[in-house]
């Protein structure tokens, strides 16, 4: 069955920046258009990034935009997603996902087909 596992996530302090990782299995990676969410506690889950299949055309949140930068390795079948200049604020648990069609609203989590556990950041002030 399909696998998404995140990795990378932690505790860090303002201004540092976290690389986070997410491995797929059992499935044509280079198919699949791939996305980050996260979700804070008491809200909901919200887009911060996504990638085209090729890795050719990527897609940000607004509000993260110049710090946070997604990547892909077709071979290696994953997705990355770099963090820099955390904030309290980017504190959350984030997820990866991928989305089969690829055509939907690429910051629309219900246009996503799997899901990875998450994995947490937290980011002291």
């Known amino acids: 069955q399909v696998q998404l596992v995140e990795s990378g996530g932690g505790l860090v302090q303002t201004g540092d920046s976290l690389g986070l990782s997410c491995a797929a299995s059992?499935?044509?990676?280079?198919?699949?258009?791939m996305g980050w969410f996260r979700q804070a506690p008491g809200k909901e889950r919200e887009f911060v990034a996504a990638i085209s299949r090729s890795g050719g055309a990527k897609y940000y949140a607004d509000s993260l935009k110049g710090r946070f930068t997604i990547s892909r390795d077709n071979v290696k079948n994953t997705v990355s997603l770099q963090m820099n200049s955390l904030k309290p604020e980017d504190t959350a648990v984030y997820y990866c996902a991928a989305d089969e069609n690829s055509y939907g609203r690429y910051d629309r989590a219900y246009v996503y087909d799997y899901w990875g556990q998450g994995t947490q950041v937290t980011v002291s002030s």
């Open positions: 059992a499935l044509t990676f280079s198919s699949y258009r």
